[in-house]
């Protein structure tokens, strides 16, 4: 059975920091992606990795967010993958979710708040 669960949001001030977490098993998972949905906005991609290292980021969170994955875990496929957040803004309010690239799998989402 195909699991992605997140973990780490929360309630933040403008300014600081959170890590969320996306645990995937039941599956080989190539590529991860981190997405959000705002309130009345469509989801829009965060940022993503593939087990081979490439990562790619939104323009609006460049230089605030990182996307990494376990090192321990064997670099032939994901088992979890992180996305730290710094620098957070109010407008970075939003349900953050994990997706699963090659089988369009996602997971239920965790909330993020940053307040001004």
């Known amino acids: 059975q195909v699991q992605l669960v997140e973990s780490g949001g929360g309630l933040v001030q403008a300014g600081g920091s959170l890590r969320l977490s996306c645990a995937a098993s039941?599956?080989?998972?190539?590529?991860i992606d981190w997405y959000r949905q705002a309130p009345g906005s469509q989801r829009e991609l965060v940022a993503g990795?593939?087990?081979?290292?490439?990562?790619?980021?939104?323009?609006?969170v460049k230089g605030r967010f990182t996307i990494s994955r376990d090192d321990a875990e064997n670099a032939v496929q994901l088992h979890r993958v992180y996305l730290q957040m710094n620098s957070l803004k109010p407008e970075d309010t939003a349900v953050y979710f994990c997706?699963?690239?090659?089988?369009?799998?996602w997971g239920q989402g965790t909330q993020v708040t940053v307040s001004s």
């Open positions: 990795i593939t087990s081979g290292g490439t990562i790619n980021y939104a323009d609006s």
């Open positions: 997706h699963a690239r090659a089988t369009n799998f």
């Open positions: 039941g599956a080989t998972f190539s590529a």
